[in-house]
């Protein structure tokens, strides 16, 4: 049985990383940009699917952040996030009440939007990560 660690490839993309957020910041910038950009388009997608209601601003909430630094760890990082207010109640579900005395009838249905396109993007933004990191090896 043969064993390959990857754990020094790993480490060695993380540095090269590093490399292109300290060397090329524009660069970065762009591409992190895009990348919002590219999931921010899939959330929509997916929420038009999903959430059969058209009522309320729900689908036009739906924005890309700015390009920032995490403090963590020091890379860049943008997110994607549902600026209305009920956004919580479609994306996790609520109790459905009634308006007299407060009984509760029912649970709307959580629809988890944000979560599952963010984790159906993770491949695709690996498979970018990988390019984006043979371009700076190229111009390096």
Do not use: C, W
């Amino acid at each position: 049985m043969i064993s390959i660690n990857t754990r020094e490839l790993d480490l060695f993309t993380e540095e090269l990383l590093n490399i292109a957020n300290k060397q090329m910041p524009k660069k970065t910038r762009k591409f992190m940009n895009q990348e919002g950009q590219k999931l921010k388009k899939q959330t929509k997608q997916r929420a038009k699917q999903n959430v059969k209601k058209k009522t309320g601003n729900y689908l036009k909430s739906i924005k890309k952040g700015k390009v920032y630094i995490y403090s963590g760890n020091g890379a860049f990082s943008v997110r994607v996030y549902g600026a209305a207010p009920h956004t919580h109640l479609i994306e996790q579900g609520h109790n459905i009440k009634n308006k007299k005395d407060g009984v509760v009838l029912g649970r709307a249905k959580a629809f988890y939007v944000l979560d599952k396109s963010a984790r159906e993007f993770q491949s695709e933004f690996e498979k970018d990560i990988e390019n984006f990191i043979d371009e700076v090896i190229d111009e390096l």
